[in-house]
């Protein structure tokens, strides 16, 4: 493939990005193994909050493929303490774990929300936390709810209370969303009549990088999530300014300039400042991505006659090649453990992700859409959000990282692209 196909491919998957105003929808199609069975009992009082703060807990655990949710149906009066559950009859459910709980009003106006999660075979408490709230933080809560049982039953941190960025088009608009890891909430960053691409979250979740064609040629902004700034320019050289990445400490950008011909790799500070040039190839260097350790760069180039993804120092130095099967490997993501790339190759026509244990260097087939694209990984990395197509829109989808459990989320009436899965919050 020559480097300008290549170059046109590359283009034209960028731009299928995508806005919508209905929510994200959550289809499972797919289940998981050793499922920890659990019961999520209505909460005493939750009619006061404006959603159902159990729907929200038992939906979370269910969508992470790692729980299987309990019918519930029969209980008449909510158990709020340990001393009123019925043990006997959860465990004839089959039920392994169970969530009880509560809502109240304070004197003050504000809520409060309590629950404890229990274990059905051992007739014990696990653990449980008292939350005050706002009505308007009700799913926030839920998030957090099922963040605690998540990790108290699996020892993996749980994602339901981060987020996610997207690009949704519909019409001529564009825009940039950020949504609840369920897809729900979402708020426009960014809406534009021209393309918008490449979303990249700052590690302490506060900016985003991403790329806006609003002056007719693709530049590369840095825009604050915590406070009402415009978004900074942040390299804006002759030619294009694509595929930024953040370094670990959120002190460095990696990004792809065109400004002295091909495509190569740059280096700068979030301001655009101390600008660096990384790759010195007369091939289109492309779509770096750091190490969670900082020390290395994957990056996707086709210096060796076609698309295939290497590693380098991020301090410099000579890149060596890290895919060898199939003649098309793009966009490389490694897990937040360093152990696996997650990248799509082409196999017989069709782009798919795939998974590379980076030490035994066995590779697995995670999906088998006919146009996967953007790996991105939840930030405890048992999951990877990507963009795929659905009756000819674009849609998204995740699938677990060790390819048991998938699902798809979908906007009516939009085209989805280019996901990009936040750090854990307060991270």
Known sequence: MSPRTFAALLAAILLLAGPARAQLTIEIIGGGANQIPIAVLPFAGESMLPQSITEIIEQDLSRSGRFRAIFVGGVNTPPTEIAQVDFPEWKSRLADAMVIGQAQRLPDGKLEVRFRLLDVIKQSQIGGIAFTLTAAQTRLTAHKIADFIYEKMTGER???????????????????????????????????????????????????????????????????????????????????????????????????LTKDGTSQIYLMSPDGGNLRRLTVSQAIDTEPFFTPDGQSIYFTSDRGGSPQIYRMPASGGEPVR?????????????????????????????????????????????????????????????????????????VLAAVSSDGRFRQRLGIQAADVREPSWGPFLGN
Do not use: C, H
């Not at 900074?232 to 002190?251: I, L, M, Q």
């Not at 890290?322 to 003649?327: A, L, P």
């Open 158 to 256: 749980g994602v339901f209370s981060t987020r996610i960025a997207y690009i949704v088009k519909q019409g001529p608009r564009y825009e940039l969303r950020v949504a609840d890891a369920d897809g729900q909430n979402a708020q426009s960053i960014l809406i534009s009549s021209e393309p918008i691409m490449s979303p990249a979250w700052a590690p302490d979740g506060t900016r985003m990088a991403y790329v806006s064609f609003q002056n007719k040629k693709p530049i590369l902004f840095v825009q604050s999530l915590s406070a009402s700034k415009q978004p900074a320019p942040v390299a804006n050289y002759r030619g294009s300014n694509s595929a930024p990445a953040w370094s670990p400490d959120g002190k460095q950008l990696a990004a792809v």
């Open 322 to 394: 890290m895919t060898f099967e199939g003649d098309y490997n793009v966009s490389p993501r490694v897990s937040p453990d360093g152990k696996i790339l997650a990248y799509i190759s082409r196999v017989n026509g069709r782009f798919q992700l795939m998974a590379m244990d980076l030490e035994s260097k066995q590779i697995q087939t995670l999906t088998d859409g006919l146009r996967d694209e953007s790996p991105s990984f939840a930030p405890n990395g048992r999951i990877i959000l990507y963009a795929t197509d659905i009756d000819d829109r674009g």
